[in-house]
């Protein structure tokens, strides 16, 4: 959830780099622009990281779906559950087609956010389920602007470029229900 994707892509370089020292053959393509590339590392860096992120939005929207005491805040994390849902799956159908395969469990960083959330009720989990959705929502987008010209493969580049306009919506809907908490606790 806190990791960037920038993490992921220096691991990605790490992996190469170790792995041309040791002269070990990976499963390697052309894009069409005749670069050579590594389908398993980027791909499945890449995706991890995104199937990591809509496990914990849905955790989470399904957490404030019932716990949350605002009407806006149920709304939202439902919401958060319905879009993060159609985006696993869409990773999920490009996992398969590259051959990679996918957590179907939260991170033990993420499964301590739902846990230390469920323990809150009423206002205050709504400012704090609030508030960690807008700051995570913000680090993704930054994340996927700052990643998807990077990305070699069309696919890949396209589901994350039409991700940007979801997250920017989410982002923005986030900062006007967390603002309305703040003027009616």
């Given amino acids: 959830m806190y990791r960037m994707l920038f993490v992921g892509f220096l691991m990605v370089v790490a992996l190469n780099f170790s792995t041309g020292m040791a002269g070990a053959?990976?499963?390697?393509?052309?894009?069409?622009?005749?670069?050579?590339?590594?389908?398993?590392?980027?791909?499945?860096?890449?995706?991890?990281?995104?199937?990591?992120?809509?496990?914990?939005?849905?955790?989470?929207?399904?957490?404030?779906?019932?716990?949350?005491?605002?009407?806006?805040?149920?709304?939202?994390?439902?919401?958060?559950?319905?879009?993060?849902?159609?985006?696993?799956?869409?990773?999920?159908e490009l996992a398969s087609k590259h051959k990679v395969s996918l957590p179907t469990k939260l991170t033990p960083e993420d499964k301590k956010k739902v846990d230390e959330m469920s323990k809150l009720s009423g206002y205050e989990f709504d400012r704090a389920y609030m508030t960690f959705t807008l700051?995570?929502?913000?680090?993704?987008?930054?994340?996927?602007?700052?990643?998807?010209?990077?990305?070699?493969?069309?696919?890949?580049?396209?589901?994350?470029?039409?991700?940007?306009?979801?997250?920017r919506a989410h982002r923005d809907q986030a900062r006007l229900v967390k603002n309305s908490l703040q003027t009616n606790p």
Avoid: C
Wanted: proline letters at 3%.
């Fill in 25 to 92: 053959q990976m499963d390697v393509q052309s894009d069409p622009s005749g670069s050579t590339l590594d389908s398993k590392a980027d791909t499945q860096t890449f995706l991890t990281i995104a199937a990591e992120e809509q496990q914990v939005a849905i955790a989470l929207g399904q957490l404030a779906a019932k716990l949350a005491s605002s009407e806006k805040v149920k709304n939202f994390g439902s919401k958060m559950v319905e879009d993060h849902k159609k985006v696993r799956r869409e990773a999920e």
């Fill in 135 to 167: 700051q995570n929502h913000e680090t993704n987008l930054e994340e996927f602007q700052r990643h998807v010209d990077t990305m070699r493969y069309p696919d890949l580049r396209e589901w994350f470029s039409s991700t940007l306009p979801v997250l």
